[in-house]
């Protein structure tokens, strides 16, 4: 009588050995890029404390711009100062959202009626894309109150000033994302018997989202740093405060406070858009459907 056979053991199978050669491959690889990362590392380290810590004029630069001693007993009021800017800037994205959204929908009307509303979406966005922002602040900062013989407050002018520019920007980012969404899915939910405004809402825009988030993230970037700009319609914001500190310390180390308030605020953003853009990238590589 034959013996029976030994009951396979449990666990994965042994690897072959070209497979531990591979894997033995890899770990030499990355062993090596981490020392010679580590290596370079070192290497800009030094040629940075060579060429700009170690030249006669550092400590001036350092004393002129790094001064920790004005830094701290400017940062309240440039602190006060931002904290409007991030009003401004909270204000601004719910009026930019808003308005460009309704651009971009009326430039992606069909039919010959929509034409004079096409024209006038098209006129808007090439208009306020041209103009520089600076220019524009300007124009609303003391014409508006002008023409209206009033004060108006800072904030509602920097608002207005923000949404007339990035909305325009805005527009065409969405306009752009709608037209990348296939006609297939705009006939298929027609034929389902939806309208124009339960297409774009439930088929359309949903899509067009994940191909327009990442460059909407830019401009939301883009806008951060422009809110500081509000100063120059009388503002107290962080630039104008730092700019206050600055001409009673004669030193410029405020405005390196204000600029790394502003930096703290666009990196969380700029880091959510690289984290979004490569999953999205991952997924296209991936062939899975967007």
Do not use: C
């Amino acid at each position: 009588m034959t013996a029976p056979a030994p009951a396979a053991a449990d666990g994965p199978p042994p690897l072959s050995a070209r497979e531990l050669d591979r894997r033995a491959y890899r770990r030499r690889r990355s062993q090596r890029s981490v020392l010679v990362a580590v290596a370079s590392t070192v290497v800009f380290g030094a040629v940075v404390w060579l060429t700009v810590i170690q030249t006669p004029g550092w400590s001036a630069v350092q004393e002129a711009f790094f001064n920790p001693r004005i830094a701290i007993e400017a940062l309240p009021k440039i602190w006060d100062g931002f904290l409007l800017n991030l009003q401004v800037l909270g204000l601004s994205v719910i009026t930019v959202s808003v308005v460009a959204l309704t651009v971009a929908v009326l430039r992606t009307l069909r039919g010959p009626v929509f034409f004079p509303l096409r024209v006038l979406a098209a006129g808007y966005t090439d208009l306020f894309r041209g103009f520089p922002f600076i220019i524009v602040l300007y124009l609303v900062g003391f014409g508006i109150p002008t023409i209206m013989d009033q004060r108006i407050p800072p904030v509602v002018l920097g608002v207005i000033a923000v949404t007339l520019t990035y909305s325009a920007y805005v527009a065409e980012v969405i306009r752009a994302g709608i037209e990348a969404v296939h006609p297939s899915q705009r006939l298929a939910a027609r034929a389902l018997g939806l309208g124009h405004v339960q297409t774009l809402r439930h088929v359309v825009l949903p899509q067009a989202l994940r191909k327009m988030t990442p460059p909407l993230m830019n401009d939301f970037i883009s806008m951060q740093k422009d809110v500081g700009l509000i100063s120059i319609l009388g503002a107290v914001d962080a630039v104008a405060a730092a700019r206050s500190e600055v001409s009673l310390t004669y030193n410029f180390t405020p405005y390196v406070v204000a600029g790394i308030l502003f930096v703290l605020l666009a990196i969380p953003t700029i880091r959510v858009a690289d984290w979004y853009t490569a999953k999205l990238q991952r997924r296209e590589q991936a062939g899975s459907v967007l």
